[in-house]
Protein backbone atom coordinates (compact mmCIF):
# COMPACT_ATOMS: atom_id res chain seq x y z
CA UNK A 1 0.00 0.00 0.00
CA UNK A 2 1.42 3.05 -0.47
CA UNK A 3 1.94 5.68 2.07
CA UNK A 4 0.00 8.19 3.83
CA UNK A 5 0.50 11.77 2.98
CA UNK A 6 -2.12 13.50 5.01
CA UNK A 7 -3.70 12.70 8.71
CA UNK A 8 -6.64 14.97 10.50
CA UNK A 9 -5.89 13.97 13.79
CA UNK A 10 -8.99 14.70 16.35
CA UNK A 11 -9.56 18.17 14.33
CA UNK A 12 -11.69 20.87 16.03
CA UNK A 13 -12.80 24.35 13.84
CA UNK A 14 -15.30 25.78 15.79
CA UNK A 15 -16.90 29.34 14.58
CA UNK A 16 -17.53 31.93 16.95
CA UNK A 17 -20.13 34.22 17.18
CA UNK A 18 -22.12 36.59 18.60
CA UNK A 19 -24.83 33.68 19.18
CA UNK A 20 -22.53 31.32 20.83
CA UNK A 21 -19.84 28.77 19.55
CA UNK A 22 -20.74 26.61 15.96
CA UNK A 23 -18.96 23.43 16.21
CA UNK A 24 -18.57 23.23 12.83
CA UNK A 25 -16.12 20.27 12.95
CA UNK A 26 -15.92 18.63 16.50
CA UNK A 27 -12.80 16.32 16.35
CA UNK A 28 -12.27 14.76 12.94
CA UNK A 29 -9.63 11.94 12.07
CA UNK A 30 -8.98 10.35 9.01
CA UNK A 31 -5.60 9.70 6.46
CA UNK A 32 -5.42 9.95 2.99
CA UNK A 33 -2.58 8.05 0.22
CA UNK A 34 -0.13 8.90 -2.30
CA UNK A 35 -2.30 8.13 -5.09
CA UNK A 36 -5.77 7.44 -3.54
CA UNK A 37 -9.03 9.28 -4.02
CA UNK A 38 -10.65 9.77 -0.35
CA UNK A 39 -14.42 10.60 -0.27
CA UNK A 40 -15.68 13.31 1.93
CA UNK A 41 -19.57 12.57 2.00
CA UNK A 42 -22.59 13.90 3.85
CA UNK A 43 -25.67 16.59 3.92
CA UNK A 44 -24.93 19.78 3.55
CA UNK A 45 -23.66 22.05 6.55
CA UNK A 46 -22.26 19.04 7.93
CA UNK A 47 -18.66 20.48 8.32
CA UNK A 48 -17.41 18.59 5.07
CA UNK A 49 -15.80 22.14 3.42
CA UNK A 50 -14.64 23.35 6.98
CA UNK A 51 -12.67 20.45 7.25
CA UNK A 52 -10.96 21.77 3.73
CA UNK A 53 -10.57 25.17 4.72
CA UNK A 54 -8.71 23.77 7.98
CA UNK A 55 -6.44 21.64 5.86
CA UNK A 56 -5.68 24.86 4.03
CA UNK A 57 -5.94 27.35 7.44
CA UNK A 58 -8.25 29.47 5.26
CA UNK A 59 -10.95 29.40 7.67
CA UNK A 60 -12.54 33.20 8.11
CA UNK A 61 -10.68 34.20 10.81
CA UNK A 62 -11.17 35.81 13.24
CA UNK A 63 -14.40 33.90 13.57
CA UNK A 64 -13.24 30.83 12.80
CA UNK A 65 -10.81 29.28 14.70
CA UNK A 66 -9.13 25.42 14.30
CA UNK A 67 -9.38 24.78 18.12
CA UNK A 68 -7.53 21.29 18.30
CA UNK A 69 -5.91 18.83 16.61
CA UNK A 70 -3.38 18.15 13.95
CA UNK A 71 -3.32 18.39 9.98
CA UNK A 72 0.14 16.59 9.31
CA UNK A 73 1.36 16.19 5.91
CA UNK A 74 4.27 14.44 4.86
CA UNK A 75 5.53 14.74 8.80
CA UNK A 76 5.11 18.17 8.90
CA UNK A 77 2.31 19.50 11.34
CA UNK A 78 0.80 22.66 9.59
CA UNK A 79 -1.25 24.36 12.54
CA UNK A 80 2.09 25.14 13.25
CA UNK A 81 3.27 26.70 10.51
CA UNK A 82 3.73 30.61 10.27
CA UNK A 83 1.54 32.39 8.45
CA UNK A 84 5.03 32.85 5.33
CA UNK A 85 5.53 29.04 5.41
CA UNK A 86 2.03 28.25 5.20
CA UNK A 87 1.17 30.05 2.31
CA UNK A 88 3.74 28.34 0.37
CA UNK A 89 2.05 25.29 0.80
CA UNK A 90 -1.08 26.13 -0.72
CA UNK A 91 -1.06 25.93 -4.48
CA UNK A 92 2.32 24.18 -4.37
CA UNK A 93 1.78 21.24 -2.14
CA UNK A 94 -1.83 21.10 -1.58
CA UNK A 95 -4.21 22.23 -3.93
CA UNK A 96 -8.23 22.63 -4.17
CA UNK A 97 -10.49 23.23 -6.99
CA UNK A 98 -13.74 25.18 -5.74
CA UNK A 99 -17.43 24.43 -6.29
CA UNK A 100 -18.39 27.16 -8.77
CA UNK A 101 -16.88 27.30 -12.03
CA UNK A 102 -18.54 30.56 -13.17
CA UNK A 103 -17.34 32.63 -9.97
CA UNK A 104 -13.97 31.06 -9.57
CA UNK A 105 -12.11 32.49 -12.29
CA UNK A 106 -11.13 36.48 -12.45
CA UNK A 107 -12.69 37.95 -15.31
CA UNK A 108 -10.07 40.68 -16.36
CA UNK A 109 -7.23 38.19 -16.78
CA UNK A 110 -6.84 35.58 -19.66
CA UNK A 111 -7.08 32.43 -18.61
CA UNK A 112 -2.95 32.01 -19.37
CA UNK A 113 -2.40 34.49 -16.61
CA UNK A 114 -4.41 32.47 -14.46
CA UNK A 115 -3.08 29.29 -14.60
CA UNK A 116 0.64 30.62 -14.98
CA UNK A 117 0.12 32.59 -11.62
CA UNK A 118 0.95 30.07 -9.34
CA UNK A 119 3.76 28.91 -11.46
CA UNK A 120 5.54 32.25 -11.54
CA UNK A 121 4.45 32.80 -7.19
CA UNK A 122 6.01 29.09 -6.68
CA UNK A 123 8.18 28.39 -9.32
CA UNK A 124 9.64 31.37 -9.90
CA UNK A 125 8.93 31.08 -14.16
CA UNK A 126 8.79 33.90 -16.47
CA UNK A 127 7.88 34.44 -19.80
CA UNK A 128 7.97 32.07 -22.43
CA UNK A 129 8.36 29.11 -19.36
CA UNK A 130 5.18 30.14 -18.57
CA UNK A 131 3.43 29.97 -21.39
CA UNK A 132 5.22 26.44 -22.06
CA UNK A 133 4.05 25.10 -18.52
CA UNK A 134 0.74 26.86 -19.45
CA UNK A 135 -0.08 24.86 -22.28
CA UNK A 136 1.57 21.82 -20.76
CA UNK A 137 -1.33 22.09 -17.68
CA UNK A 138 -3.82 22.40 -20.21
CA UNK A 139 -3.14 19.61 -21.65
CA UNK A 140 -2.69 17.71 -18.48
CA UNK A 141 -6.76 18.13 -18.56
CA UNK A 142 -7.56 17.55 -22.03
CA UNK A 143 -8.02 20.63 -23.31
CA UNK A 144 -8.24 20.69 -27.11
CA UNK A 145 -5.91 23.54 -28.73
CA UNK A 146 -4.65 25.20 -25.33
CA UNK A 147 -2.35 27.89 -27.12
CA UNK A 148 -6.24 29.72 -28.10
CA UNK A 149 -7.40 29.06 -25.03
CA UNK A 150 -4.75 30.75 -22.74
CA UNK A 151 -5.34 33.84 -24.54
CA UNK A 152 -9.26 33.72 -24.07
CA UNK A 153 -10.89 35.73 -20.93
CA UNK A 154 -13.30 33.27 -18.79
CA UNK A 155 -16.59 34.69 -20.17
CA UNK A 156 -15.75 33.61 -23.20
CA UNK A 157 -15.57 29.89 -22.03
CA UNK A 158 -18.63 27.10 -21.21
CA UNK A 159 -19.05 26.39 -17.40
CA UNK A 160 -17.79 22.48 -18.35
CA UNK A 161 -14.58 24.48 -20.12
CA UNK A 162 -14.21 26.85 -16.73
CA UNK A 163 -14.03 24.13 -14.43
CA UNK A 164 -11.27 22.25 -16.18
CA UNK A 165 -9.46 25.83 -16.40
CA UNK A 166 -10.43 25.78 -12.36
CA UNK A 167 -8.69 22.40 -12.61
CA UNK A 168 -5.73 23.18 -14.42
CA UNK A 169 -5.09 26.23 -12.09
CA UNK A 170 -5.07 23.84 -8.98
CA UNK A 171 -3.18 21.42 -10.66
CA UNK A 172 -0.75 24.05 -12.47
CA UNK A 173 2.29 23.31 -9.62
CA UNK A 174 1.60 19.93 -9.19
CA UNK A 175 0.46 19.47 -5.77
CA UNK A 176 0.68 16.18 -3.89
CA UNK A 177 -2.67 16.74 -2.21
CA UNK A 178 -5.75 18.31 -4.24
CA UNK A 179 -8.89 19.09 -2.59
CA UNK A 180 -12.30 19.16 -4.89
CA UNK A 181 -15.27 20.83 -2.89
CA UNK A 182 -18.15 19.51 -5.15
CA UNK A 183 -16.15 20.53 -8.40
CA UNK A 184 -19.28 19.05 -10.51
CA UNK A 185 -22.06 20.39 -8.48
CA UNK A 186 -22.70 23.00 -11.15
CA UNK A 187 -22.31 20.77 -14.40
CA UNK A 188 -24.87 18.88 -15.84
CA UNK A 189 -24.75 15.30 -15.87
CA UNK A 190 -22.77 14.76 -19.36
CA UNK A 191 -19.95 17.00 -18.40
CA UNK A 192 -19.71 15.84 -14.49
CA UNK A 193 -19.61 12.14 -16.19
CA UNK A 194 -16.49 13.31 -18.11
CA UNK A 195 -14.64 15.51 -15.13
CA UNK A 196 -14.52 12.68 -13.44
CA UNK A 197 -13.08 10.52 -16.02
CA UNK A 198 -10.55 13.15 -16.39
CA UNK A 199 -9.81 13.22 -12.86
CA UNK A 200 -9.09 9.78 -12.86
CA UNK A 201 -6.62 9.74 -15.52
CA UNK A 202 -5.01 13.37 -13.91
CA UNK A 203 -4.89 10.90 -10.52
CA UNK A 204 -2.94 7.95 -13.24
CA UNK A 205 -0.68 10.25 -14.55
CA UNK A 206 0.43 12.19 -11.63
CA UNK A 207 0.13 9.91 -8.39
CA UNK A 208 -1.62 12.86 -6.58
CA UNK A 209 -4.19 12.14 -3.48
CA UNK A 210 -7.28 13.80 -3.75
CA UNK A 211 -10.04 14.48 -1.25
CA UNK A 212 -13.28 14.66 -2.79
CA UNK A 213 -16.09 16.64 -1.00
CA UNK A 214 -19.43 15.71 -2.47
CA UNK A 215 -23.36 14.96 -1.36
CA UNK A 216 -23.56 12.71 -3.90
CA UNK A 217 -22.95 8.99 -3.27
CA UNK A 218 -23.05 8.31 -7.10
CA UNK A 219 -20.05 10.50 -7.66
CA UNK A 220 -18.57 8.77 -4.78
CA UNK A 221 -19.30 5.07 -6.09
CA UNK A 222 -17.11 5.94 -9.19
CA UNK A 223 -14.52 8.07 -8.07
CA UNK A 224 -13.19 7.11 -4.53
CA UNK A 225 -11.24 4.60 -3.05
CA UNK A 226 -11.81 5.15 0.37
CA UNK A 227 -15.05 7.12 2.02
CA UNK A 228 -15.93 8.88 5.23
CA UNK A 229 -19.32 9.73 5.85
CA UNK A 230 -19.73 12.73 8.05
CA UNK A 231 -22.51 13.84 9.95
CA UNK A 232 -22.93 17.45 11.89
CA UNK A 233 -19.33 17.73 12.64
CA UNK A 234 -18.25 14.36 12.95
CA UNK A 235 -17.19 11.29 10.88
CA UNK A 236 -19.46 8.72 12.02
CA UNK A 237 -18.08 5.78 9.13
CA UNK A 238 -15.20 5.35 7.18
CA UNK A 239 -14.23 2.23 5.34
CA UNK A 240 -13.21 1.22 1.86
CA UNK A 241 -15.89 2.48 -0.64
CA UNK A 242 -17.03 -1.53 -2.02
CA UNK A 243 -17.14 -2.33 1.66
CA UNK A 244 -19.16 0.80 2.60
CA UNK A 245 -21.32 -0.04 -0.13
CA UNK A 246 -22.25 -3.68 0.59
CA UNK A 247 -22.35 -3.49 4.21
CA UNK A 248 -22.70 0.20 5.62
CA UNK A 249 -23.00 -0.41 9.28
CA UNK A 250 -23.51 3.05 10.98
CA UNK A 251 -27.66 4.17 10.40
CA UNK A 252 -27.12 7.13 8.97
CA UNK A 253 -25.23 5.46 5.99
CA UNK A 254 -27.57 2.82 5.05
CA UNK A 255 -30.69 5.68 5.81
CA UNK A 256 -28.33 7.92 3.17
CA UNK A 257 -27.78 5.64 0.40
CA UNK A 258 -31.75 4.50 0.65
CA UNK A 259 -32.06 8.07 0.37
CA UNK A 260 -30.56 8.18 -3.20
CA UNK A 261 -32.99 7.34 -6.36
CA UNK A 262 -32.16 4.31 -7.84
CA UNK A 263 -33.20 2.40 -11.09
CA UNK A 264 -33.56 -1.37 -10.10
CA UNK A 265 -35.81 -0.22 -7.88
CA UNK A 266 -39.93 0.91 -8.37
CA UNK A 267 -41.33 2.00 -4.88
CA UNK A 268 -43.37 4.28 -5.00
CA UNK A 269 -41.89 7.12 -2.79
CA UNK A 270 -38.05 7.79 -2.19
CA UNK A 271 -37.17 7.70 1.28
CA UNK A 272 -36.10 10.26 3.52
CA UNK A 273 -34.67 10.82 6.51
CA UNK A 274 -36.86 12.12 9.09
CA UNK A 275 -36.33 15.57 11.11
CA UNK A 276 -33.16 18.43 10.89
CA UNK A 277 -29.89 17.73 11.58
CA UNK A 278 -29.18 19.04 15.28
CA UNK A 279 -28.10 22.59 15.30
CA UNK A 280 -23.99 23.09 15.44
CA UNK A 281 -24.49 25.71 17.98
CA UNK A 282 -26.91 23.09 20.63
CA UNK A 283 -25.65 19.40 19.98
CA UNK A 284 -27.13 17.07 22.00
CA UNK A 285 -25.63 14.83 24.42
CA UNK A 286 -25.05 11.92 23.16
CA UNK A 287 -25.07 10.37 19.43
CA UNK A 288 -26.03 13.49 17.14
CA UNK A 289 -28.05 10.72 14.95
CA UNK A 290 -30.31 9.46 18.01
CA UNK A 291 -33.35 12.10 17.58
CA UNK A 292 -33.40 10.84 14.10
CA UNK A 293 -31.87 6.93 14.42
CA UNK A 294 -34.26 4.22 13.49
CA UNK A 295 -32.86 2.07 15.60
CA UNK A 296 -31.41 4.21 18.83
CA UNK A 297 -31.58 3.34 23.15
CA UNK A 298 -31.31 4.95 26.03
CA UNK A 299 -27.39 4.67 25.83
CA UNK A 300 -27.37 6.56 22.23
CA UNK A 301 -28.97 9.28 24.62
CA UNK A 302 -26.82 9.48 27.17
CA UNK A 303 -23.11 8.81 25.80
CA UNK A 304 -21.21 10.06 23.07
CA UNK A 305 -20.31 6.22 21.16
CA UNK A 306 -16.58 5.95 20.58
CA UNK A 307 -14.95 4.85 16.85
CA UNK A 308 -14.47 0.99 16.96
CA UNK A 309 -12.69 -0.73 13.93
CA UNK A 310 -14.43 -3.38 13.06
CA UNK A 311 -12.98 -5.04 10.25
CA UNK A 312 -9.71 -3.86 9.05
CA UNK A 313 -10.00 0.09 7.59
CA UNK A 314 -13.52 -0.03 8.42
CA UNK A 315 -14.59 2.01 11.50
CA UNK A 316 -18.26 2.94 12.94
CA UNK A 317 -19.34 5.42 15.93
CA UNK A 318 -22.40 3.73 16.72
CA UNK A 319 -23.82 2.00 20.00
CA UNK A 320 -25.58 -0.30 17.74
CA UNK A 321 -22.31 -1.84 16.07
CA UNK A 322 -20.75 -4.62 17.54
CA UNK B 1 -19.38 46.71 -36.97
CA UNK B 2 -20.64 49.75 -40.06
CA UNK B 3 -17.17 52.14 -40.95
CA UNK B 4 -19.60 55.16 -39.36
CA UNK B 5 -20.24 52.98 -36.14
CA UNK B 6 -16.39 52.36 -35.98
CA UNK B 7 -15.50 56.60 -36.56
CA UNK B 8 -18.16 58.18 -33.88
CA UNK B 9 -16.53 55.22 -31.24
CA UNK B 10 -13.18 56.52 -31.91
CA UNK B 11 -14.43 59.68 -32.06
CA UNK B 12 -15.55 59.52 -28.22
CA UNK B 13 -11.80 58.96 -27.33
CA UNK B 14 -10.20 61.27 -29.73
CA UNK B 15 -12.15 64.41 -29.34
CA UNK B 16 -11.83 64.48 -25.29
CA UNK B 17 -8.10 63.69 -25.75
CA UNK B 18 -7.55 66.18 -27.91
CA UNK B 19 -9.29 69.28 -25.85
CA UNK B 20 -7.38 68.47 -22.96
CA UNK B 21 -4.53 67.70 -24.73
CA UNK B 22 -4.60 71.24 -26.30
CA UNK B 23 -5.64 72.94 -22.58
CA UNK B 24 -2.62 70.98 -21.48
CA UNK B 25 -0.33 72.14 -23.72
CA UNK B 26 -1.49 75.31 -23.37
CA UNK B 27 -0.94 75.77 -20.07
CA UNK B 28 2.64 74.48 -20.09
CA UNK B 29 2.67 77.04 -22.91
CA UNK B 30 0.92 79.94 -21.05
CA UNK B 31 4.05 82.40 -21.24
CA UNK B 32 4.38 81.96 -25.03
CA UNK B 33 0.76 81.71 -25.88
CA UNK B 34 -0.74 84.57 -23.82
CA UNK B 35 -1.12 87.95 -25.85
CA UNK B 36 -1.00 89.51 -22.25
CA UNK B 37 0.81 89.21 -19.23
CA UNK B 38 -2.05 88.20 -17.11
CA UNK B 39 -2.16 91.16 -14.60
CA UNK B 40 -1.58 93.67 -17.35
CA UNK B 41 -4.34 96.11 -16.12
CA UNK B 42 -5.26 99.02 -18.60
CA UNK B 43 -7.90 100.97 -17.58
CA UNK B 44 -9.08 102.60 -20.55
CA UNK B 45 -9.80 99.31 -22.50
CA UNK B 46 -11.89 98.02 -19.53
CA UNK B 47 -15.26 95.66 -20.43
CA UNK B 48 -13.59 95.59 -23.99
CA UNK B 49 -16.66 93.05 -25.33
CA UNK B 50 -15.43 90.20 -27.48
CA UNK B 51 -13.89 91.23 -30.54
CA UNK B 52 -16.61 89.91 -32.58
CA UNK B 53 -19.38 92.03 -31.09
CA UNK B 54 -19.93 95.29 -31.05
CA UNK B 55 -17.03 98.06 -29.81
CA UNK B 56 -15.08 94.76 -29.48
CA UNK B 57 -11.56 95.11 -30.66
CA UNK B 58 -8.85 93.10 -32.28
CA UNK B 59 -6.30 93.84 -28.84
CA UNK B 60 -8.61 91.61 -27.06
CA UNK B 61 -10.40 88.35 -28.75
CA UNK B 62 -12.40 87.79 -25.99
CA UNK B 63 -12.34 91.23 -24.28
CA UNK B 64 -11.09 93.12 -21.19
CA UNK B 65 -12.54 92.52 -17.14
CA UNK B 66 -13.22 95.12 -14.71
CA UNK B 67 -9.48 96.20 -14.50
CA UNK B 68 -8.99 96.21 -18.16
CA UNK B 69 -7.31 92.91 -18.03
CA UNK B 70 -7.42 90.74 -21.22
CA UNK B 71 -9.47 87.61 -20.64
CA UNK B 72 -7.88 85.31 -23.72
CA UNK B 73 -4.84 85.81 -21.48
CA UNK B 74 -6.46 84.91 -18.02
CA UNK B 75 -7.99 82.21 -19.49
CA UNK B 76 -4.77 80.76 -20.68
CA UNK B 77 -2.74 81.27 -17.67
CA UNK B 78 -5.83 80.13 -16.16
CA UNK B 79 -5.58 76.93 -17.40
CA UNK B 80 -2.36 76.23 -15.30
CA UNK B 81 -3.92 76.77 -11.96
CA UNK B 82 -7.06 74.98 -12.21
CA UNK B 83 -5.98 71.74 -14.19
CA UNK B 84 -2.48 71.70 -12.11
CA UNK B 85 -4.70 71.84 -8.55
CA UNK B 86 -7.42 69.32 -9.51
CA UNK B 87 -5.46 67.07 -11.73
CA UNK B 88 -3.18 67.04 -8.61
CA UNK B 89 -5.69 66.64 -6.27
CA UNK B 90 -7.84 64.15 -7.89
CA UNK B 91 -4.33 62.19 -8.16
CA UNK B 92 -4.05 62.20 -4.37
CA UNK B 93 -7.47 61.47 -3.33
CA UNK B 94 -7.82 58.96 -5.53
CA UNK B 95 -4.62 56.91 -4.95
CA UNK B 96 -5.13 57.29 -1.01
CA UNK B 97 -8.59 56.71 -1.41
CA UNK B 98 -8.52 53.46 -3.81
CA UNK B 99 -5.19 52.40 -1.30
CA UNK B 100 -7.23 52.59 2.24
CA UNK B 101 -10.74 51.23 0.23
CA UNK B 102 -8.78 48.43 -1.24
CA UNK B 103 -7.22 47.27 1.91
CA UNK B 104 -10.45 48.21 4.33
CA UNK B 105 -12.62 45.60 2.36
CA UNK B 106 -10.38 42.92 2.02
CA UNK B 107 -8.78 42.69 5.65
CA UNK B 108 -12.46 43.27 6.98
CA UNK B 109 -13.11 43.04 10.99
CA UNK B 110 -11.82 45.81 13.11
CA UNK B 111 -9.36 46.93 10.54
CA UNK B 112 -12.50 48.00 8.24
CA UNK B 113 -14.22 49.40 10.98
CA UNK B 114 -11.59 51.87 12.18
CA UNK B 115 -10.79 53.06 8.85
CA UNK B 116 -14.40 53.70 8.28
CA UNK B 117 -15.47 55.44 11.36
CA UNK B 118 -12.07 57.34 10.32
CA UNK B 119 -13.90 57.73 6.75
CA UNK B 120 -17.25 58.84 8.39
CA UNK B 121 -15.55 61.43 10.71
CA UNK B 122 -13.67 63.09 7.11
CA UNK B 123 -17.19 62.80 5.31
CA UNK B 124 -19.34 64.88 7.84
CA UNK B 125 -16.73 67.08 8.50
CA UNK B 126 -17.73 70.77 6.81
CA UNK B 127 -14.71 71.10 3.73
CA UNK B 128 -14.69 74.46 3.55
CA UNK B 129 -14.22 74.99 6.88
CA UNK B 130 -11.32 72.90 6.60
CA UNK B 131 -10.15 74.93 3.72
CA UNK B 132 -10.31 78.20 5.72
CA UNK B 133 -8.89 76.69 8.94
CA UNK B 134 -5.76 75.25 6.74
CA UNK B 135 -5.32 78.45 4.62
CA UNK B 136 -5.19 80.72 7.76
CA UNK B 137 -2.95 78.85 9.58
CA UNK B 138 -0.25 77.54 6.62
CA UNK B 139 -1.31 80.87 4.28
CA UNK B 140 -3.17 80.87 1.02
CA UNK B 141 -1.45 79.14 -2.31
CA UNK B 142 -1.08 76.55 -4.73
CA UNK B 143 0.25 73.80 -2.47
CA UNK B 144 -2.58 74.58 0.53
CA UNK B 145 -5.48 74.57 -1.71
CA UNK B 146 -3.80 71.60 -2.89
CA UNK B 147 -4.11 69.98 0.75
CA UNK B 148 -7.04 71.46 1.73
CA UNK B 149 -8.87 69.16 -1.62
CA UNK B 150 -7.33 66.18 -0.86
CA UNK B 151 -7.56 66.09 3.22
CA UNK B 152 -11.39 65.11 2.81
CA UNK B 153 -11.77 64.29 -0.52
CA UNK B 154 -9.82 60.52 -0.45
CA UNK B 155 -12.96 59.75 1.90
CA UNK B 156 -15.55 59.52 -0.75
CA UNK B 157 -13.24 57.07 -2.59
CA UNK B 158 -11.99 55.26 0.30
CA UNK B 159 -16.27 54.66 1.08
CA UNK B 160 -17.44 53.67 -2.41
CA UNK B 161 -14.40 51.37 -3.18
CA UNK B 162 -14.53 49.08 -0.20
CA UNK B 163 -17.64 48.12 -0.73
CA UNK B 164 -16.68 47.25 -3.70
CA UNK B 165 -13.30 45.12 -2.60
CA UNK B 166 -14.97 43.92 0.29
CA UNK B 167 -18.00 42.10 -2.56
CA UNK B 168 -15.05 40.82 -4.43
CA UNK B 169 -13.37 39.44 -1.59
CA UNK B 170 -15.80 36.91 -0.88
CA UNK B 171 -15.50 36.20 -4.90
CA UNK B 172 -14.76 32.69 -5.70
CA UNK B 173 -12.02 33.92 -7.62
CA UNK B 174 -9.90 35.75 -4.71
CA UNK B 175 -10.81 32.21 -2.93
CA UNK B 176 -9.21 30.35 -5.38
CA UNK B 177 -6.01 32.67 -5.36
CA UNK B 178 -5.84 32.23 -2.14
CA UNK B 179 -6.15 28.43 -2.18
CA UNK B 180 -2.86 28.47 -4.62
CA UNK B 181 -1.12 30.79 -2.16
CA UNK B 182 -1.50 33.98 -3.53
CA UNK B 183 0.12 37.07 -0.68
CA UNK B 184 -3.18 39.04 0.65
CA UNK B 185 -0.86 42.39 -0.52
CA UNK B 186 -1.10 40.16 -4.17
CA UNK B 187 -4.54 39.51 -4.32
CA UNK B 188 -5.74 43.34 -3.45
CA UNK B 189 -3.52 44.46 -6.08
CA UNK B 190 -3.84 41.87 -8.99
CA UNK B 191 -7.20 40.45 -8.03
CA UNK B 192 -9.38 43.15 -6.39
CA UNK B 193 -7.86 46.13 -8.09
CA UNK B 194 -8.30 45.49 -11.41
CA UNK B 195 -12.26 44.54 -10.84
CA UNK B 196 -12.84 47.97 -9.15
CA UNK B 197 -11.28 50.23 -12.00
CA UNK B 198 -14.66 50.92 -13.64
CA UNK B 199 -16.01 52.29 -10.65
CA UNK B 200 -12.71 53.78 -10.01
CA UNK B 201 -12.66 55.51 -13.15
CA UNK B 202 -16.08 56.84 -12.78
CA UNK B 203 -15.80 58.24 -9.74
CA UNK B 204 -12.51 60.30 -11.21
CA UNK B 205 -14.42 61.20 -14.03
CA UNK B 206 -17.13 62.86 -11.83
CA UNK B 207 -14.92 64.42 -9.40
CA UNK B 208 -12.75 66.40 -12.12
CA UNK B 209 -15.71 68.87 -12.71
CA UNK B 210 -16.26 68.65 -8.56
CA UNK B 211 -12.57 69.53 -7.70
CA UNK B 212 -12.62 72.74 -10.45
CA UNK B 213 -15.63 73.84 -8.39
CA UNK B 214 -14.16 73.32 -5.25
CA UNK B 215 -10.98 75.13 -6.47
CA UNK B 216 -12.79 78.01 -7.49
CA UNK B 217 -14.90 78.20 -4.44
CA UNK B 218 -11.67 78.30 -2.42
CA UNK B 219 -10.40 81.30 -4.97
CA UNK B 220 -14.02 82.80 -4.66
CA UNK B 221 -13.98 83.28 -0.96
CA UNK B 222 -10.45 84.30 -1.33
CA UNK B 223 -8.70 81.60 0.19
CA UNK B 224 -7.37 79.80 -3.23
CA UNK B 225 -4.22 80.69 -5.11
CA UNK B 226 -4.18 84.25 -4.32
CA UNK B 227 -4.67 87.59 -6.66
CA UNK B 228 -4.15 88.39 -9.03
CA UNK B 229 -2.83 85.13 -10.61
CA UNK B 230 -6.00 83.34 -12.13
CA UNK B 231 -7.52 80.44 -12.07
CA UNK B 232 -10.77 79.64 -14.45
CA UNK B 233 -13.29 79.77 -11.13
CA UNK B 234 -12.01 82.82 -10.28
CA UNK B 235 -12.60 84.63 -13.21
CA UNK B 236 -15.87 82.98 -13.01
CA UNK B 237 -16.43 84.49 -9.56
CA UNK B 238 -14.98 87.71 -10.72
CA UNK B 239 -17.88 88.45 -13.82
CA UNK B 240 -20.36 87.22 -11.93
CA UNK B 241 -21.41 90.85 -10.33
CA UNK B 242 -21.33 91.99 -14.31
CA UNK B 243 -22.40 89.56 -15.54
CA UNK B 244 -25.78 91.46 -17.35
CA UNK B 245 -23.47 94.17 -18.45
CA UNK B 246 -20.03 92.09 -19.18
CA UNK B 247 -21.20 88.42 -19.90
CA UNK B 248 -17.95 87.57 -21.26
CA UNK B 249 -15.77 87.99 -17.91
CA UNK B 250 -18.19 84.48 -16.79
CA UNK B 251 -18.74 82.75 -20.01
CA UNK B 252 -15.29 81.70 -21.62
CA UNK B 253 -13.82 80.16 -18.45
CA UNK B 254 -17.17 79.00 -17.74
CA UNK B 255 -16.85 77.23 -20.97
CA UNK B 256 -13.50 75.87 -20.42
CA UNK B 257 -14.18 74.39 -17.18
CA UNK B 258 -17.25 72.90 -18.89
CA UNK B 259 -14.88 71.15 -21.58
CA UNK B 260 -12.69 69.90 -19.25
CA UNK B 261 -15.48 68.38 -17.52
CA UNK B 262 -17.19 66.76 -20.54
CA UNK B 263 -13.99 65.60 -21.55
CA UNK B 264 -12.92 63.62 -18.55
CA UNK B 265 -16.57 62.31 -18.34
CA UNK B 266 -16.30 60.61 -22.47
CA UNK B 267 -13.03 59.71 -21.92
CA UNK B 268 -13.93 58.02 -18.66
CA UNK B 269 -16.92 56.16 -20.40
CA UNK B 270 -14.57 54.86 -23.12
CA UNK B 271 -12.06 53.50 -20.93
CA UNK B 272 -14.47 51.80 -18.76
CA UNK B 273 -15.85 50.30 -22.05
CA UNK B 274 -12.34 49.76 -22.69
CA UNK B 275 -11.37 47.71 -19.73
CA UNK B 276 -14.25 45.32 -19.56
CA UNK B 277 -13.08 42.09 -21.12
CA UNK B 278 -16.37 41.23 -22.45
CA UNK B 279 -17.05 44.74 -24.41
CA UNK B 280 -13.26 44.96 -25.60
CA UNK B 281 -13.43 42.57 -28.52
CA UNK B 282 -16.97 43.03 -29.68
Same mark, same amino acid.
Given at each position: ?????????????????????????????????????????????????????????????????????????????????????????????????????????????????????????????????????????????????????????????????????????????????????????????????????????????????????????????????????????????????????????????????????????????????????????????????????????????????????????????????? | ?????????? !??? /? &????? #????? *? %?? =? @? +??????????????????????????????????????????????????????????????????????????????????????????????????? !??? /? &????? #????? *? %?? =? @? +???????????????????????????????????????????????????????????????????????????????????????????????????????????? #???????????????????????????
Amino acid at each position: MSKIILQVEDLHSFFFTRRGVVKAVDGVSFYVREGETFGLVGESACGKTVTALSILRLLPEPAGRIVEGKVILDGTNLLELDKEEMRKYRGRIISMILQDPMTSLNPVYTIGDQIGEAMRLHQGLQGEMVEQEVISALRLLNIPSPETLLRQYPFQLSGGMRQRVAGAIAMSCHPRLLIADEPTTALDATIQAQYMALFKDIQKKTNVAIIYITHDFGVIAQMCHRVAVMYAGKIVETAMTREIFKTPKHPYTSALMNSVPRLDHKDERLYSIKGQPPSLRDLPPGCRFFPRCPVAEDICRQQEPAEKEITEGHFVSCWKVK | MTRWGRISRD !LVM /I &LPVTV #LAVLI *F %TA =I @F +ADVLAPYPYDKTALPERLTPPAWCEGGSTKHLLGTDTLGRDILSRAIYGARVSLSVSLLAIAITAIVGTALGIFSGYMGGRTDAFIMRVVDVALSFPAL !LLA /I &LLAVS #LGPGF *F %TV =I @F +ALSALGWAGYARIIRGEALRISTSDFVAQAQVIGVSPGRIMLRHIFPNILNILIVGITLSVGAMILAESAMSYLGIGIPPPVPSWGSMVADGRNSLDSAWWISTFPGI #LIGMVVMSGNFLGDWLRDRLDPRLRQL
